[in-house]
């Protein structure tokens, strides 16, 4: 009997844990560790975020799922890892902290066959001055009961720009210099555009785009070059495309140091302290590791063999200049090289090194994207990890015959552009793959054209709706689930 512990219950952690228990007997133990007590579909927080659904559209709670699935839950937070026990415990274990209910402040030591950590990025709104959602007119959408703060101040400000000739100037994008994310900050800022023209006040909004991005469209990806309506676009200049058709100005190279009341502070590429006033904002914040700690059965500190902000998994983390990184530095398994029981796929693994080209201003400061790591990369590699640790159990010896890497993997994004059944838009963009592979494709810009294109359009909201109800669907383990694709 094999006892697999999963640490969080996003889309890796949720993923994981639903196709080890449906592939696994009962004679072994599927447990589910989660500070949150409802899964969240993140990617339709946006629409929450402009008032076009509810948090209750995106989000169902855990606990009954698990307990009819035979999954183990305990809604608790990781505190510290000891991949070899203690003096007093054998087997390897997490110490963990309940959050809710009776179990508030205790800790106990879960022990463990395998652990998946799964438990994402620390949204380290703390690392800007200033940022914290719903204060100083910015907010955010990275959680669903942010969104619906920012949904409320939004339509407050509308409501005011209705009964006066006030104008207003609203910002969105990076709130830190190396922020991630730009995707999301990017569906918003479409979305709020058009929220504005459904009002009819967006005469009275100048709306504005700030990023760390060096160009327009680099998404943290060193952008790319797609197939656009039979021609070679590149993502540049289609987001450009997008701004200007919609009269949406923008601020690129900007380390957001500060916020005030609507004020920004930041500085640019070319070492210039600057300041943009607004009267909303949404500003994605810097996303960092939860600084768990680890120790050896003796008490000693070996967090550096577990942990790089992120947890270290089978990548090359060998300081290299930018111009030698390769596709081949990025991890396969998301295995721990010290300890092959612990597995950290989706957000929750240490990249080698960013996919922007890194840049530094005038002063030597660094601004410029960190790694994104979308649902669709989170939820396959997710599988692939459990299967490995199924076929493990099942064999009787480490199986690692399921592999994934960023370098030869694809994602498809579809950015909602505005919601409405018949008045809707997105922009769909497929790329492969996700880490360009300047050797292979040196004349595409490290990615197969005949994989990488976009697209805008109504037919784009519409897909974009369906995976909504589909992707809840097979999150809350319906009939069939696992017939849709992660």
């Known amino acids: 009997m094999s006892k697999i512990v999963v640490l969080g219950a996003g889309i890796s ?9 449906r592939k696994l007997s009962k004679e072994h133990e599927v447990l589910v560790v ?13 629409w929450v975020g402009i008032g076009r659904m509810k948090s209750k559209e995106v989000i169902f709670p855990l606990e009954p799922l698990y307990k009819r699935k035979g999954i183990g839950y305990k809604q ?7 991949p070899e026990g203690d003096s007093s415990e054998a087997k390897p274990y997490i110490l963990v902290e309940g959050v809710f209910g009776d179990n508030l402040g205790k800790q106990e030591k879960v022990t463990y066959d395998y652990l998946i950590n799964a438990t994402g990025p620390k949204l380290a709104f703390d690392m800007t001055e200033g940022l914290q959602p719903a204060t100083n007119k910015v907010y955010s959408v990275c959680t669903y009961d942010h969104a619906e703060h920012a949904s409320e101040a939004l339509h407050k400000l509308i409501d005011q720009l209705k009964k006066s000739d006030k104008k207003a100037k609203i910002l969105i994008g990076t709130g830190h210099a190396k922020a991630t994310c730009q995707g999301a900050a990017f569906e918003y800022i479409l979305n709020v555009e058009k929220e504005l023209q459904k009002f009819g006040v967006r005469d009275k909004a100048e709306i504005t785009w700030i990023s760390n991005e060096y160009e327009l469209g680099d998404f943290g990806m060193d952008g790319m070059l797609m197939e656009y309506n039979g021609f070679n676009m590149k993502s540049k200049d289609m987001v450009e495309m997008i701004f200007e058709d919609r009269d949406i100005k923008w601020i690129l190279g900007a380390g957001v140091t500060k916020v005030e009341d609507g004020l920004v502070h930041y500085e640019n590429l070319e070492g210039e302290y600057k300041t943009e006033t607004f009267d909303f904002g949404m500003l994605i914040p810097a996303f960092s590791g939860h600084g768990f700690q680890a120790y050896d059965k003796d008490g000693q500190n070996i967090t550096e063999k577990l942990f790089r902000g992120f947890m270290v998994v089978d990548a090359d983390y060998t300081p290299r200049p930018y111009e ?35 840049r530094k201003s005038k002063n030597g400061t660094e601004i410029f994207p960190s790694p994104p790591r979308t649902g669709m990369p989170s939820g396959i590699t997710a599988k692939l990890v459990a299967d490995n640790i199924i076929d493990s159990i099942k064999s009787g010896k480490e199986s690692l015959h399921h592999k994934g890497s960023m370098g030869n993997m694809g994602a498809a994004c579809i950015a909602s552009a ?18 360009p592979d300047y050797i292979k494709y040196p004349n595409t810009g490290g990615r197969d054209i005949k994989k990488t294109f976009g697209d805008i359009g109504l037919a784009g909201h519409w897909v974009k709706l369906a995976l909504h109800y589909a992707f809840l669907y097979k999150a809350k383990m319906k009939p069939f689930w696992w017939l849709i694709p992660e």
């Open 76 to 82: 608790a937070k990781a505190i510290s890892f000891h």
């Open 34 to 46: 989660s500070p949150n007590r409802n899964y969240q579909w993140v990617p339709s927080n946006i």
């Open 418 to 435: 505005g919601y409405g059944l018949t008045q809707g838009s997105g922009v769909s963009i497929t790329t492969y793959p996700i880490v």
């Open 13 to 21: 952690g949720h993923t994981a844990a639903a196709h080890l228990r």
């Open 324 to 358: 030698e990184w390769t596709v081949q530095d990025w991890p396969e398994t998301y295995q721990n090289p010290s300890y092959p029981t612990i597995f950290a796929p989706g957000i929750a693994f240490a990249p080698p090194h960013t996919i922007s080209k890194p």
